[in-house]
């Protein structure tokens, strides 16, 4: 992260005692919000506590009488099997490179958003609107584009019969594409979010100083937009991890294409495979918290930031 | 601005919420309708075809007196798309499927499971009197009659008879084996149309090998995970020699790796086809591009078929067996109309007029003696021969494992070898069964 090294850290809030009031704010906080958390705990501590439970069986939806204990062998399985790698290696090359197009595209949107006078209101919906479609028709959209029978970009790019989806490389491309065409207005609203807060008296500041444009984005506008950079990182890492959609419709997972979640999928509702599913989906939900974990931990992505209270 | 952003997440999700309530009121209102007028709606899952099995509907439904009224659900094109849908609903309990067209290698997994209504003993002599051998073998699990046989396939051998007498040799002869046919097609610079991309039809052309070679791919299906792979064996051995030997020939059509059923039969059609294994509708459809001007009347006139060839001279084939069979789903609430549904489906004369319909051979014997039938399937006696002496893909609850693991570990044909790949097949197959490898 090359926005890690400008230092504009906010001040550590020093550890004081509590006051009666914060205390009392407090607990008002935790007693609102508990219905909510016990309804979460709920839908969705149960099916992951069966999922856990499932794991460790040997089981088949449509064979109830072969159901047996292993323990964590269906873990060491799916560890060590190649299809798991081979996957974890595919939603690994979607989620950095779409990621990270997403996060320059989406920062450039977010700027036209920010700065446009003219048409602001049509320009931000124009932005807006493949964030609107449906998952599904974007990958049915972006397939018919590519496919050899009725692509048309075969024919602009003077590519011949070349089949896009006949190999690993070129199939990752379209569904890379598909992924940033859907969503970098997601990542642009959340920057333009944070570009909003950045205060125009420190712009002027700097333009007084004499600092040029670039200085004044690098020095200026990035350090106080990190919070809502990274947490629209998170959130897109998040989202991408989990991409299910795009290699679905457009490759069912031909030409090592398949991801994680797809694995899973195909475990659990193809093979109706209850035991390697699960742990398929245990180890894909772990692998979730540890991204979660190194954004918020590791880069000290404030989630309160998004919200605009500073 | 911000707080927009995060809401709108929150809101999708709150409309996501409203539309699976609206979706889960009007499917309660769905299955309720039809129950006013007091005659009960039987619903029968079909795979696609051409209507046949609603007109059919229609006509049970009318020979019955009214007494039910057939609703007739529509599953998706592909075989394990069907089985996904029907098995999710079937775990979930679902007491909305009464009848179900159901391809023949998921019937053992589906009554293993308990998603069948297996039939009366009463009932057999009239759901399985006078049908052929090869489909009957797929209507039983572990003694009992869980299917009734619907229609049947199975695949020729298509040839080019300018072709076949130019090699001097005779396709319809007995005793015409997958070596002599390469060698063949070889001398000719010709191609053999064969399926053998990575898909169900590949499995269908490597059980149809090691089942003509008089072996099996697993034995002791009962035993569901702990069945025994006996791929690798002699027979096994001869299907993977007779593969990896017309991928490496000249007779192996160029994109035979990515190879399925239309592809091997425009190969067929173009002026290098030689020989092809495909099912009996490409006569239809070659019928059907002269009409359309996409070829000439001398290629239509060039073609000629016979019993699928076989793997050793002395040892009869063992054609390959598709088709459908009609099932009672176990949690439906009107198993006497739906058995009332099957009988009148599959019935001799309504077999017939389905075949001569949708195009789908009857799975009866007699209906091959219908001159109606005669007339429109000009090969209807080798097709009838050949559903008989067919060989089932394996019967178990596990074909979904086992069938990938055969087309994982023999593609690309270019790679098979023997005994490697047969050997290659049953380890990973009995690892896959095990739960020990992921497929």
Same mark, same amino acid.
């Given at each position: 992260?090359?926005?890690?090294?400008?230092?504009? &850290?906010?001040?550590?809030?020093?550890?004081?005692?509590?006051?009666?009031?914060?205390?009392?704010?407090?607990?008002?906080?935790?007693?609102?919000?508990?219905?909510?958390?016990?309804?979460?705990?709920?839908?969705?501590?149960?099916?992951?506590?069966?999922?856990?439970?499932l794991s460790l069986y040997n089981y088949r939806l449509t064979d109830p009488a072969g159901r047996e204990f292993v323990g964590l062998r269906n873990y060491s399985t799916v560890l060590t099997d190649p299809v798991?790698?081979?996957?974890?290696?595919?939603?690994?090359i979607?989620?950095?490179?779409? =990621?990270?197009?997403?996060?320059?595209?989406?920062?450039?949107?977010?700027?036209?958003?920010?700065?446009?006078?003219?048409?602001?209101?049509?320009?931000?919906?124009?932005?807006?609107?493949?964030?609107?479609?449906v998952t599904v028709v974007s990958a049915y959209i972006w397939q018919f584009a590519f496919q050899l029978d009725s692509g048309f970009v075969n024919q602009w790019l003077g590519l011949g019969t070349f089949n896009f989806f006949g190999q690993r490389w070129s199939a990752l491309v379209v569904i890379i594409l598909s992924e940033i065409w859907k969503t970098t207005p997601f990542i642009s609203l959340l920057l333009l979010a944070g570009l909003v807060q950045v205060p125009e008296e420190y712009q002027e500041a700097a333009r007084v100083d004499g600092a040029t444009a670039w200085q004044r984005l690098r020095r200026v506008t990035l350090p106080?937009?990190?919070?809502?950079?990274?947490?629209?990182?998170?959130?897109?890492?998040?989202? &991408?991890?989990?991409?299910?959609?795009?290699?679905?419709?457009?490759?069912?997972?031909?030409?090592?294409?398949?991801?994680?979640?797809?694995?899973?999928?195909?475990?659990?509702?193809?093979?109706?495979?209850?035991?390697?599913?699960?742990?398929?989906?245990?180890?894909?939900?772990?692998?979730?918290?540890?991204?979660?974990?190194?954004? =918020?931990?590791?880069?000290?992505?404030?989630?309160?930031?998004?919200?605009?209270?500073? | 601005m911000s707080r927009y952003a995060v809401r709108s997440r929150v809101g999708r999700g709150r409309r996501r919420l409203a539309a699976a309530v609206v979706l889960a009121l009007s499917a309660g209102l769905l299955t309720g309708c039809g129950d006013d007028s007091g005659v009960p709606v039987v619903t029968w899952y079909i795979n696609p075809d051409n209507g046949g099995q609603s007109r059919l509907a229609e006509r049970c439904a009318a020979a019955a007196g009214g007494t039910y009224r057939v609703d007739v659900q529509v599953l998706p094109n592909d075989a394990s798309q069907q089985r996904e849908q029907l098995v999710r609903r079937l775990a979930a309990k679902d007491s909305s499927i009464d009848v179900m067209s159901l391809d023949p290698p998921f019937v053992a997994e589906f009554a293993n499971a308990g998603f069948l209504r297996p039939f009366d003993p009463a009932d057999t002599a009239t759901l399985t009197g006078d049908v052929l051998r090869g489909?009957?073998?797929?209507?039983?699990?572990?003694?009992?009659?869980?299917?009734?046989?619907?229609?049947a396939n199975t695949q020729l051998l298509w040839y080019r008879k300018s072709v076949a007498r130019a090699a001097g040799v005779d396709p319809t002869a007995t005793g015409f084996t997958w070596d002599a046919m390469i060698r063949a097609a070889e001398s000719q610079r010709k191609v053999i149309g064969v399926q053998?991309?990575?898909?169900?039809?590949?499995?269908?052309?490597?059980?149809?090998?090691?089942?003509?070679?008089?072996?099996?791919?697993?034995? !002791?299906?009962?035993?569901?995970?702990? #069945?025994?792979?006996?791929? #690798?064996?002699p027979a096994g051995d001869d299907a993977a020699r007779i593969i990896g030997d017309l991928a490496?020939?000249?007779?192996?059509?160029?994109?035979?790796?990515?190879?399925?059923?239309?592809?091997?039969?425009?190969?067929?059609?173009?002026?290098s086809g030689g020989f092809m294994v495909n099912w009996p509708y490409v006569y239809s459809a070659a019928k059907e591009s002269v009409a359309s001007g996409g070829i000439g009347q001398d290629v239509l006139d060039d073609i000629?078929?016979? @019993? $699928?060839? @076989?793997?050793?001279?002395?040892?009869?084939?063992?054609?390959?067996?598709?088709?459908?069979?009609?099932?009672?789903?176990?949690?439906?609430?009107?198993?006497?109309?739906?058995?009332?549904?099957?009988?009148?489906?599959?019935?001799?004369?309504?077999?017939?007029?389905?075949?001569?319909?949708?195009?789908?051979?009857?799975? @009866?014997?007699?209906?091959? !003696?219908?001159?109606?039938? *005669?007339?429109? $399937?000009?090969?209807?006696?080798?097709? *009838?021969?050949?559903?008989? !002496?067919?060989?089932? @893909?394996?019967?178990?609850? $596990? $074909?979904? !494992?086992?069938?990938?693991?055969v087309q994982i570990t023999w593609h690309p044909a270019t790679g098979v070898t023997a005994p490697a790949t047969p050997e290659e097949s049953a380890a990973f197959m009995s690892d896959v069964l095990q739960g020990r490898r992921l497929l």
């Amino acid at each position: 992260m090359a926005l890690t090294e400008v230092r504009v &850290a906010p001040p550590e809030p020093a550890k004081a005692e509590l006051t009666d009031r914060a205390r009392r704010e407090r607990r008002l906080g935790l007693t609102l919000s508990a219905p909510a958390f016990l309804v979460m705990v709920f839908v969705t501590a149960y099916p992951l506590i069966y999922a856990v439970v499932l794991s460790l069986y040997n089981y088949r939806l449509t064979d109830p009488a072969g159901r047996e204990f292993v323990g964590l062998r269906n873990y060491s399985t799916v560890l060590t099997d190649p299809v798991w790698w081979t996957d974890f290696g595919t939603t690994l090359i979607i989620t950095v490179v779409s =990621v990270a197009v997403e996060l320059v595209l989406g920062f450039a949107f977010a700027f036209v958003m920010y700065r446009i006078i003219r048409g602001r209101s049509l320009v931000r919906t124009g932005i807006l609107i493949p964030y609107g479609i449906v998952t599904v028709v974007s990958a049915y959209i972006w397939q018919f584009a590519f496919q050899l029978d009725s692509g048309f970009v075969n024919q602009w790019l003077g590519l011949g019969t070349f089949n896009f989806f006949g190999q690993r490389w070129s199939a990752l491309v379209v569904i890379i594409l598909s992924e940033i065409w859907k969503t970098t207005p997601f990542i642009s609203l959340l920057l333009l979010a944070g570009l909003v807060q950045v205060p125009e008296e420190y712009q002027e500041a700097a333009r007084v100083d004499g600092a040029t444009a670039w200085q004044r984005l690098r020095r200026v506008t990035l350090p106080n937009m990190k919070a809502a950079i990274m947490v629209a990182l998170l959130f897109r890492t998040l989202d &991408a991890w989990r991409i299910f959609d795009n290699p679905f419709i457009m490759t069912r997972g031909a030409n090592d294409t398949e991801t994680l979640s797809f694995l899973a999928y195909r475990q659990n509702v193809t093979l109706v495979n209850m035991g390697a599913g699960s742990a398929v989906s245990v180890l894909l939900f772990l692998t979730v918290v540890v991204i979660a974990f190194i954004f =918020v931990k590791g880069f000290r992505t404030d989630l309160s930031q998004v919200r605009g209270d500073q | 601005m911000s707080r927009y952003a995060v809401r709108s997440r929150v809101g999708r999700g709150r409309r996501r919420l409203a539309a699976a309530v609206v979706l889960a009121l009007s499917a309660g209102l769905l299955t309720g309708c039809g129950d006013d007028s007091g005659v009960p709606v039987v619903t029968w899952y079909i795979n696609p075809d051409n209507g046949g099995q609603s007109r059919l509907a229609e006509r049970c439904a009318a020979a019955a007196g009214g007494t039910y009224r057939v609703d007739v659900q529509v599953l998706p094109n592909d075989a394990s798309q069907q089985r996904e849908q029907l098995v999710r609903r079937l775990a979930a309990k679902d007491s909305s499927i009464d009848v179900m067209s159901l391809d023949p290698p998921f019937v053992a997994e589906f009554a293993n499971a308990g998603f069948l209504r297996p039939f009366d003993p009463a009932d057999t002599a009239t759901l399985t009197g006078d049908v052929l051998r090869g489909p009957l073998q797929t209507a039983y699990w572990k003694d009992q009659l869980v299917a009734a046989p619907f229609w049947a396939n199975t695949q020729l051998l298509w040839y080019r008879k300018s072709v076949a007498r130019a090699a001097g040799v005779d396709p319809t002869a007995t005793g015409f084996t997958w070596d002599a046919m390469i060698r063949a097609a070889e001398s000719q610079r010709k191609v053999i149309g064969v399926q053998a991309n990575r898909y169900e039809g590949y499995m269908v052309w490597i059980n149809a090998l090691v089942a003509s070679a008089g072996g099996e791919i697993l034995g !002791d299906v009962e035993a569901g995970k702990d #069945a025994s792979p006996e791929i #690798a064996g002699p027979a096994g051995d001869d299907a993977a020699r007779i593969i990896g030997d017309l991928a490496r020939s000249p007779a192996a059509p160029p994109a035979m790796s990515t190879m399925g059923e239309e592809e091997a039969r425009s190969a067929f059609q173009s002026p290098s086809g030689g020989f092809m294994v495909n099912w009996p509708y490409v006569y239809s459809a070659a019928k059907e591009s002269v009409a359309s001007g996409g070829i000439g009347q001398d290629v239509l006139d060039d073609i000629g078929w016979a @019993r $699928y060839p @076989r793997v050793a001279a002395g040892t009869p084939s063992k054609p390959p067996l598709g088709g459908i069979n009609l099932t009672v789903g176990a949690f439906s609430e009107h198993p006497e109309q739906a058995l009332d549904l099957v009988r009148c489906a599959t019935s001799l004369p309504n077999t017939i007029a389905y075949m001569l319909d949708a195009g789908n051979p009857a799975a @009866r014997g007699a209906a091959y !003696d219908d001159p109606g039938v *005669r007339q429109a $399937y000009p090969m209807a006696s080798v097709i *009838r021969q050949s559903i008989n !002496d067919a060989g089932p @893909r394996p019967i178990t609850p $596990y $074909y979904n !494992d086992v069938s990938t693991s055969v087309q994982i570990t023999w593609h690309p044909a270019t790679g098979v070898t023997a005994p490697a790949t047969p050997e290659e097949s049953a380890a990973f197959m009995s690892d896959v069964l095990q739960g020990r490898r992921l497929l």
